[in-house]
């Protein structure tokens, strides 16, 4: 297809993207990203970085943007209050070579140069005024310009074929060897034909295979015969394609176009390149990152210029911030996006790895990814960044710092010190918590001192069984118990989980950092059991008769018991009853329970009123079906508890106890 007719084409996807969308009182990241993957999807990329800022009415802005003799899309979009965008594309002489005309909060200008050069991009707000999103896109016309190379096949490792950016090669795995294997196809029987690639200066390079098999596209750099030199591998872009999409550093590259399996066939291989920045230029123009700021931002079709110590070694399209410290102090980075797993990482010298300080890759929710630590003043670099390769979207990095001897009387959060602890009340519930800027005051056993920590308390008027866990955690955390605040004498339970059965009196929660470095945000749920009203329960427990269908229902009953299966929430649980069987003899039991209308969960203890007494435990499949728990039980008096998976399950069902004597001369023999 010529430019221009290709041109058009893609030009109709474009504007029937962004005309689709409401035009007015509307955020532009979002139609702007659907006009990202319409041309991504179309093969095309980037051809400069995402703008992002506002104007008022009447207010221009002029963008640089390198081109070779290419066609361009550049696309601006509008957000609340904008009226009417225009654009022109001016030469390197300054002379207008397009524009767009139509009046719309989003403007579309195509255009084919026929030289290389540095053009202007001219933005103006002619009506309204407002947020703007811009960049531009090249890519699949030059090749299919250039037509087909004059080799009609790749070679091998030994005598390779060269290739260039914007050509096309077409040829056939059929004849080639099977020397070699991609690591994302694993071990395969496929044979490969292998190009060379040589850049003279750090380029994005994309390499795609369109085949008539199942294909593999993998890049080594410096030696060809080394499975270790892989830098790249693809096997799945769509059907029968593999895609390559990555920023290389000046040096010789050895493409092999495989198949997956024994497949084998004829293929079309496709190369674009383009000049990368150097990290060298990325890092000059980070955006500043401000204590108590959140800034929005935009990973779309960029570079994945750096890479870290987590979050799969953050290999996904990033971005950095300059963030200066002026004393020593606490610090908390927080990256949040709903469009890929965010990693947020910091470095103290913006070019190098191996000054990075700190990296996360998950957070106080899902889609979050937080760190936070202690940092001395001075300059950092921090990148938000992803955990996938390629893949887009948008971010909010925000950033927050306290004293490193937090926990002044204006900034101390809630129950930072056993004076003001937080009362927790009712008989369960989760509150949130956040020890960024607390104290370290109340030392625990299974934490080392200089953590910072926030206190709750419990006054409880009766024998009570207390249980308490955390259910989000932004950094690591762990919980003590304790009868009197601050005196580790009086500790009852230290570790992830708090599980007692207390007397009536004060008592106090301790949520502190697992390491002295964890600060954060936390969650935390609970839970308070009047053991008077289960002891009493438990006193006038029915019989359960051997080998007959007991029926019943628990609905309206009480929540007195808990069980390792079928938990999904501490604070709040399903009704439940309990019953007596007797064990004569050593045997096999079986216990199965009907449940009509809800998931059904049957667990087995020794004795009636202490949870950590089960033996065992089984949940239904889903609702309305079969539990069943096997297990080898000694002569004695059981507890069997039917309860339900889930707060509120609770129903109709039958429940039966069966037994088959164990044969001792099948027991082996004691050691």
């Not at 506002?54 to 802005?61: M, N």
């Not at 080799?151 to 091998?156: D, F, K, V, Y």
């Not at 079309?268 to 990152?289: H, Y």
């Not at 435990?617 to 069997?640: F, Q, R």
Request: aromatic share 6%; proline share 4%; net charge negative.
């Amino acid at each position: 297809m010529p430019c221009r007719a290709w041109f058009r084409a893609a030009a109709i996807a474009v504007v029937g993207t962004v005309t689709c969308s409401p035009s007015r009182g509307t955020d532009p990241a979002g139609r702007f990203f659907a006009v990202h993957n319409v041309m991504h999807a179309m093969g095309f990329f980037q051809a400069g970085p995402v703008n992002q800022g506002a104007l008022a009415e009447g207010q221009e802005i002029k963008l640089g943007l390198t081109l070779p003799a290419t066609c361009v899309a550049v696309v601006a979009v509008g957000g609340n209050g904008v009226d009417d965008l225009a654009l022109q594309l001016l030469d390197p002489e300054g002379k207008v070579v397009a524009e767009e005309t139509a009046q719309g909060v989003e403007a579309v200008l195509r255009s084919c140069v026929d030289r290389p050069g540095v053009y202007v991009v001219r933005l103006r707000m002619s009506h309204g005024a407002g947020e703007y999103l811009l960049s531009s896109w090249t890519g699949g016309e030059a090749a299919s310009d250039k037509g087909a190379a004059e080799l009609a096949s790749g070679g091998t490792c030994l005598a390779p074929t060269v290739i260039a950016s914007g050509h096309v090669y077409t040829g056939s795995t059929d004849e080639g060897t099977d020397d070699a294997d991609g690591s994302c196809a694993g071990s395969s029987g496929g044979k490969e034909r292998v190009y060379r690639l040589d850049l003279a200066t750090r380029q994005r390079v994309v390499i795609e295979v369109s085949a008539e098999f199942d294909s593999v596209l993998y890049l080594r750099h410096g030696d060809c015969s080394d499975d270790s030199a892989e830098v790249k591998c693809n096997d799945d872009a769509g059907p029968k394609r593999s895609r390559i999409d990555s920023v290389l550093d000046a040096g010789s590259y050895f493409v092999f176009v495989d198949g997956y399996g024994d497949e084998a066939g004829a293929y079309r291989l496709q190369v674009l390149s383009r000049d990368a920045p150097t990290l060298a230029d990325v890092c000059r123009g980070a955006r500043p990152l401000a204590a108590a700021s959140r800034v929005v931002g935009a990973l779309t079709d960029g570079f994945d210029n750096v890479n870290a110590t987590c979050g799969r070694e953050a290999k996904g399209i990033d971005a950095p911030f300059r963030f200066d410290i002026a004393a020593r102090s606490r610090v908390r980075l927080v990256e949040r996006s709903t469009d890929f797993r965010p990693v947020v990482h910091v470095r103290r010298v913006c070019e190098d790895a191996a000054t990075e300080v700190g990296c996360g890759d998950s957070g106080f929710t899902d889609d979050e990814a937080a760190w936070a630590g202690v940092l001395d003043a001075g300059a950092y670099w921090v990148f938000a960044d992803g955990a996938e390769e390629g893949i887009p979207g948008g971010f909010t990095l925000s950033a927050e710092t306290a004293p490193e001897r937090a926990g002044s009387s204006s900034g101390a959060p809630p129950g930072d010190s056993c004076g003001d602890a937080v009362q927790l009340t009712g008989l369960s519930g989760r509150v949130e918590g956040d020890t960024f800027a607390a104290k370290d005051d109340v030392p625990i056993s299974c934490a080392p001192n200089g953590g910072a920590d926030v206190v709750y308390r419990f006054d409880l008027a009766r024998r009570s069984r207390v249980t308490a866990r955390l259910v989000g955690d932004e950094s690591s955390h762990a919980l003590a118990f304790e009868r009197a605040c601050g005196e580790r004498s009086t500790e009852m339970a230290c570790g992830l989980l708090v599980d007692r059965v207390v007397e009536p009196g004060p008592y106090f929660l301790v949520v502190d950092g697992a390491r002295p470095e964890s600060l954060g945000r936390f969650g935390l749920a609970y839970r308070v059991r009047d053991m008077v009203d289960v002891e009493a329960a438990c006193t006038r427990v029915p019989p359960l008769a051997f080998q007959r269908k007991e029926a019943g229902t628990t609905a309206g009953a009480a929540d007195k018991f808990s069980s390792a299966c079928g938990v999904r929430s501490l604070s709040q649980g399903a009704p439940d009853r309990v019953y007596r069987l007797a064990v004569a003899r050593r045997m096999q039991v079986r216990l199965t329970l009907e449940a009509q209308g809800f998931r059904g969960v049957v667990s087995l203890r020794r004795v009636c009123a202490e949870d950590g007494s089960e033996v065992k435990c089984a949940e239904a499949p889903d609702d309305a079906s079969t539990a069943a728990l096997v297990t080898v039980l000694d002569p004695g008096t059981y507890y069997a508890v039917v309860d339900g998976a889930g707060p509120k399950a609770q129903g109709t069902f039958t429940l039966r106890w069966e037994g088959v004597e164990e044969n001792p001369k099948a027991r082996k023999p004691a050691r």
